[in-house]
């Protein structure tokens, strides 16, 4: 195999192995949910600074009756602690994780 269509696979491995299952096995709801969280977050942080707390985020949950607690612990675990977090770090993984379907 020429070295760097290896060097590719081993990347690509990277990318989608341990880290891509943790992040998809804990999900504190379905995908949909979890898509309309970053729409619903783009939309408001488009028009008002984020002010670093979970603020927009609580909204949302709250107005679903969604799992906070579950919700909460999950994007600390993938470092988010506020509105802006969530969209800088949480979504590109979740990009990432979900690239291939
Ligand atoms: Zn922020």
Redesign the pocket.
């Known amino acids: 195999m020429p070295l760097i269509k290896k060097r590719q696979l081993e990347n690509w491995a990277q990318l989608s192995g341990d880290e891509r299952e943790r992040f998809i096995e804990n999900l504190p709801d379905t995908k949909e949910t979890i898509e309309d969280l970053f729409d619903y977050l783009d939309r408001r942080l488009e028009t008002v600074a984020?002010?670093?707390d979970l603020k927009f985020t609580m909204q949302f949950l709250m107005e679903r009756r969604l799992d906070m607690p579950k919700f909460m612990s999950w994007l600390n675990e993938n470092g988010a602690y506020?509105?802006?977090?969530i969209l800088g770090n949480v979504e590109p993984q979740w990009f990432r994780a979900f690239a291939e379907d």
């Open positions: 984020c002010t670093h506020c509105d802006c977090e």
